[in-house]
């Protein structure tokens, strides 16, 4: 039962966080020039190409075409691709293209919204096939392969996958073997599980493979290599010893040929090995320039990363795309009468609207700088200008933490704004299911989300063990004590109590502290902290020694360090965008981008409120108000939502969505001026128990003793049927 003492707190909270739409909302005026060239970031011109050519209709694909009919039209549509400068950027100079891999993402990820079926079999043709030879292989692969790559004359899969491993790419089971005698290596699938699956282009298309396989020279197993290895003769029958399987229609991107591969001692020339990282002599001797194996895996595997950078840029694409059809049709849509006998109010005009999507906005944007950042760390690295271990590191990082968070933000954003639009974000004309079903797959490729997870909490858990050993044993023995100060402090509740104390009396001491970055950024990164540092304390009693003690221990707290690392890609996205303010110089777009800002931070923080109450980050007081501010920024923001959507710059010929191309208005406009019309010639019935019809007036129709505003989404099931 809620108190009076609570109820009186909770009102004065409200209170003090503001009314529904703030007056200084109307100060505030966002400049569309500044915040476009904001979003499209450094790449800009090269995004604007890919997009004129994302919007040519021949690219598109109608709802409901027959996926073998989407599989052909798809891989025609390779061709008209393979001519552009958005594919030609990921091409080396050296072979007429322009050798600038992310220049070629930032266009890439682009093509989502001409058919995200497209976009992936590009990605699988010149974004791994292509990519594989350049970075895995040396000049003579380059020379002999990679202009048949560009132009198509040989499509291609990315042979990693197995059945029985997916992302244990390390346990792989096909093996490649050097046979000295013939100076060839022999490739063979020696069971079920090792066949290659989920392969785009395997189905129908591919001609040749880069086929990841256990490098067995001697009777030593070096680890994983790839190796090129054709499929197909020029009528598209497999080679001897090559067979494979159609994996069948899918749950989206059915224009993509996915397929299985499986060898029986297919022979393929030594020169066949793509080897800059693993080399096999005529004589049958194995050099590397990476003497560590383990070392040598991570660094083939990391010389792929951009897929993951690709997929996090077309994420945030895609959700932007929802975002904008969903809020075009909310700001139009018309849905209830607040008070009888007046206009019906825009969805848009209700706060629960606001609520469930402003944030998404806000999130997409925080996605969107991130990527930014991200892309410029793929740029100094593979442009050679900061290639360095550390700086691999970083971005392997950086990608998985970020692929994993917009991926799922894509899913949940397309879903939300399907939601929205009620039965007509059902229809596949208004594109939101499509987008939905064609993205689902990106939350288990390129990396399943939870390993890639998996993957930034190792790390995170590893620079924080590299931090306790480089101090000496007194520093070991401050940081002891600060921790048992700590969750003595949290867990006896002194530090709420403390901001109870300081916030009596006065609510607006509780908002400005929410509203200050310093707080929003030491909330958000004191949450990663404190999980990586609670999972190390649990894990510390295992015995290093012994390596399945040391595993289970991570076992057993593996769920806390993968929210941990969840918790630090949400803290890379809020530095990004806190960064990206200081490149606003308009003031009225910079405060409204302020306001997103905290709306990301601040919803963040209220998704996991329980945890900052438990752990006594927050008192009850500046818990509630967390809900109380977010309420106020939305009122904020509501005059201004449709100018920032507008920044993301799609025209019609991209969102191809009915209820966002105006007809929606068109309709709500016929309809009020069919009222009025009624209304000016006196023809309009009358409503049961009106003063013109007296008869039932001791009473009340239904719709007199309805609440004043409904819940938009309450006709949703309705307009659906």
């Excluded at 890919?50 to 598109?60: E, I």
């Excluded at 390993?451 to 909490?457: C, D, E, G």
Aim: aromatic letters at 6%; hydrophobic letters at 40%.
């Amino acid at each position: 039962m809620t108190t009076i003492a609570e109820k009186s707190t909770t009102a004065a909270a409200e209170q003090a966080a503001g009314p529904h739409l703030d007056p200084a909302a109307e100060s505030a005026v966002v400049d569309h020039d500044v915040l476009r060239d904001i979003l499209a970031g450094r790449w800009a011109e090269q995004r604007r190409q890919a997009r004129r050519l994302a919007a040519d209709p021949r690219l598109h694909i109608a709802p409901g075409t027959h996926w073998s009919e989407h599989r052909e039209k798809t891989f025609d549509n390779l061709s008209i691709l393979a001519e552009s400068h958005a594919v030609r950027a990921g091409l080396p100079a050296s072979l007429g293209g322009s050798g600038d891999p992310a220049s070629y993402l930032s266009g890439f990820e682009e093509f989502v919204l001409a058919d995200p079926s497209l976009q992936i079999k590009a990605g699988v043709q010149w974004g791994l096939f292509g990519s594989a030879v350049v970075n895995l292989g040396t000049e003579q692969h380059h020379q002999r392969w990679l202009k048949d790559i560009w132009s198509l004359k040989i499509p291609g899969a990315f042979a990693m996958t197995e059945t029985g491993h997916g992302s244990d790419v390390a346990s792989i089971a096909t093996t490649a073997t050097f046979d000295a005698s013939t100076q060839e290596f022999e490739i063979h699938t020696p069971h079920r599980g090792a066949w290659k699956d989920y392969l785009g282009n395997a189905a129908l298309h591919g001609r040749a493979a880069v086929v990841f396989a256990q490098l067995i020279v001697d009777g030593v197993n070096h680890g994983v290599h790839a190796l090129f290895v054709p499929l197909r003769d020029d009528e598209g029958e497999f080679l001897p010893g090559v067979g494979g399987e159609d994996d069948g229609h899918k749950g989206g991107l059915n224009g993509v040929d996915n397929g299985r591969l499986h060898f029986d001692h297919v022979r393929v020339p030594r020169e066949n090995l793509l080897d800059r990282y693993g080399h096999v002599s005529e004589d049958g001797t194995y050099t590397s320039p990476i003497e560590s194996p383990g070392r040598r895996f991570f660094t083939m595997l990391g010389t792929l990363v951009q897929g993951r950078v690709s997929l996090d840029g077309a994420s945030i694409i895609a959700a932007r795309a929802g975002l904008d059809i969903a809020l075009t049709y909310a700001s139009q849509r018309r849905q209830f009468a607040p008070v009888k006998g007046e206009e019906e109010s825009v969805l848009l005009d209700y706060h629960q609207h606001q609520r469930r999507l402003f944030p998404l906005v806000a999130k997409v944007l925080a996605a969107g700088f991130a990527h930014d950042e991200l892309l410029e760390a793929f740029d100094g690295v593979f442009s050679g200008r900061n290639d360095t271990d550390e700086s691999r590191q970083d971005l392997e990082t950086m990608a998985a933490a970020l692929k994993a968070t917009s991926t799922r933000l894509a899913l949940d954003s397309l879903q939300e704004c399907r939601e929205a639009c009620g039965g007509a974000g059902f229809l596949s004309e208004n594109r939101l299911t499509g987008l939905r079903a064609d993205l689902d797959v990106y939350a288990t490729f390129e990396g399943d989300n939870t390993v890639l997870m998996q993957l930034v909490a190792k790390r995170l858990l590893g620079d924080f063990a590299k931090g306790i050993s480089s101090l000496p044993a007194a520093g070991k023995a401050r940081w002891a004590a600060s921790r048992a100060a700590e969750t003595t402090l949290s867990r006896s509740g002194l530090r709420g109590l403390s901001q109870v104390l300081r916030d009596t009396g006065d609510p607006r001491r509780s908002v400005n502290f929410l509203r200050d970055p310093e707080t929003q950024h030491g909330l958000l990164s004191d949450r990663v902290r404190t999980m990586v540092e609670e999972a190390a304390e649990n894990m510390r009693g295992a015995d290093r020694s012994d390596p399945q003690a040391a595993a289970d221990a991570f076992d057993r707290n593996q769920n806390r360090l993968i929210e941990a690392a969840r918790a630090h890609g949400h803290l890379l996205q809020w530095e990004a965008f806190t960064r990206a303010l200081d490149e606003i110089d308009d003031d009225g777009t910079r405060q409204v981008m302020i306001w997103l800002r905290d709306l990301f931070g601040l919803s963040i923080i209220d998704e996991n409120l329980d945890w900052y109450l438990a752990h006594g980050r927050l008192s009850l007081m500046r818990g509630r108000m967390v809900d109380a501010y977010l309420q106020r920024l939305v009122g904020r923001l509501r005059p201004h939502i449709m100018d920032v959507v507008a920044a993301f710059d799609f025209p019609q010929e991209l969102l191809r969505a009915k209820i966002a191309s105006g007809a929606e208005a068109q309709r709500q406009q016929e309809a009020a001026d069919h009222r009025a019309a009624a209304g000016a010639a006196g023809v309009a019935a009358a409503a049961e128990g009106s003063s013109r019809d007296s008869s039932d007036a001791e009473h009340p129709s239904a719709d007199q003793t309805a609440p004043a505003q409904a819940d938009p989404t309450l006709d949703k099931p309705l307009e659906t049927m």
